[in-house]
């Protein structure tokens, strides 16, 4: 067994034909646990959720409303479910969580997906309220005995403030996010404690911008147990998603492993009409 090995993956709230292609690509991937964000109350999202399960991964996947996204944690690690989503009040389900035995001790392994924003007073309002409260949430003393290590991975619609390039459009509020993971959480950027000069973007938009939205940070115990950390760009150039993969391993061994088989093989066929 390698490595306890993480992915993040905004699947972009697919039709269930294109789930049922992310899940081929899913099925290739080594890791260990997925956090697959901007997920609906959806044929495609449940596609895939049906399909883990049949396989005999862990799911746990906090179905939003009607009109509104979340986030689906799939492992092919025993896990527990993790309490965070009971300290957060607004849009809870933008937020999951499992906890996963190493050799190290628990580790936490947290989704989330942030809200988008426009110029508007109501949407930035939405989003400020969101990444404010979250922040409370992931201070909130869930686990007082456990000591477990922790990893936030998702797209988080956040850049750090020295992005390359540089853009005008973000607000005082997203950057204190960033800055309040690694100086409020102790969480430190992964990709950027191992690639401290690298420009890389996860989304690229319309007129060609590039931005890196994706993250995952982690404790500084885990930060130094760090043996990759890259962005996958397959899913964005194949146009399976809108946004390139995070993907993350530490040197920790997991204690134990579920019985799985091969998600697409195990997966019904999309219903195309």
């Known amino acids: 067994m390698s490595g306890l090995s993480l992915m993040t993956f905004n699947i972009g709230s697919p039709s269930e034909e294109r789930a049922h292609r992310q899940l081929a690509w899913l099925a290739t991937r080594h890791e260990d646990v997925y956090v697959l964000t901007e997920t609906r109350a959806s044929d495609g999202c449940r596609h895939l959720a049906d399909a883990f399960r ?4 862990a799911v746990v996947y906090p179905k939003p409303g009607p009109t509104g996204y979340g986030v689906m944690v799939v492992s092919r690690l025993p896990v527990q479910v993790d309490p965070i989503g009971a300290h957060l009040s607004f849009l809870p389900e933008r937020v999951a969580g499992v906890l996963v035995s190493t050799a190290m001790g628990l580790v936490r392994v947290l989704g989330a997906y942030a809200p988008t924003r426009d110029a508007t007073a109501g949407r930035t309002e939405r989003k400020r309220r969101w990444l404010s409260e979250f922040s409370t949430a992931l201070g909130a003393n869930g686990l007082p005995d456990s000591g477990a290590e ?8 956040v850049i750090e403030p020295d992005h390359v390039p540089g853009y005008t459009t973000f607000r005082w509020f997203e950057y204190d996010f960033y800055r309040g993971l690694t100086d409020k959480h102790g969480l430190v950027d992964a990709f950027r404690h191992t690639e ?5 973007h996860s989304w690229i938009g319309r007129t060609g911008d590039g931005y890196r939205y994706d993250h995952a940070h982690c404790t500084k115990k885990l930060a130094a147990d760090i043996e990759e950390c890259e962005y996958v ?10 946004h390139s993969a995070l993907s993350v391993t530490f040197s920790c061994l997991p204690t134990g492993e579920l019985n799985t088989m091969d998600p697409f093989e195990a997966a019904s066929p999309p219903t195309l009409f």
């Open 54 to 57: 049949t396989a005999g991964y």
């Open 150 to 157: 922790t990893v936030l991975l998702g797209d988080l619609n």
């Open 196 to 200: 401290p000069d690298l420009v890389e």
């Open 233 to 242: 760009h397959e899913p964005r150039t194949t146009r399976l998603s809108d």
